[in-house]
């Protein structure tokens, strides 16, 4: 599966596109633009990122994860290979989102 600035039901926000739902693929998933996806992102192989990438949930790749900016997420990210990652790579905790108010 590939995203990029035509996929459908994405939201252009500034510089940045959102995906309102779940990303969920049983094979690679290839990212063009910069994504976050206010959901969790499931796939079944590797992903691979031209820009960051970021879900309100988790991220979970049963390959590798490489990205040419930063992983972000809320939850968790799980990879089975290696991560990769020209930015940062960060789990935000609940914890830490409670006391941003």
């Given at each position: 599966?590939?995203?990029?600035?035509?996929?459908p039901?994405?939201v252009?926000?500034?510089?940045?596109?959102?995906l309102?739902?779940?990303?969920?693929?049983?094979?690679?998933l290839?990212?063009?633009?910069?994504?976050?996806?206010?959901?969790?992102?499931?796939v079944?192989?590797?992903?691979?990122?031209?820009?960051k990438?970021?879900?309100?949930?988790w991220?979970?790749a049963?390959?590798s994860?490489?990205?040419g900016?930063s992983?972000?997420a809320?939850?968790?990210?799980k990879?089975?290979?290696?991560?990769?990652?020209?930015?940062?790579?960060?789990v935000?905790?609940?914890?830490?989102?409670?006391?941003?108010s």
């Amino acid at each position: 599966m590939t995203i990029d600035k035509n996929y459908p039901g994405l939201v252009p926000d500034g510089d940045n596109y959102q995906l309102n739902g779940d990303l969920i693929t049983a094979g690679n998933l290839k990212i063009k633009i910069p994504l976050f996806v206010n959901g969790i992102i499931e796939v079944g192989g590797k992903i691979k990122a031209k820009c960051k990438i970021e879900a309100s949930g988790w991220i979970r790749a049963k390959g590798s994860i490489t990205a040419g900016g930063s992983i972000r997420a809320i939850k968790f990210i799980k990879v089975d290979g290696k991560i990769l990652a020209r930015g940062s790579i960060f789990v935000y905790h609940y914890k830490d989102l409670k006391n941003e108010s």
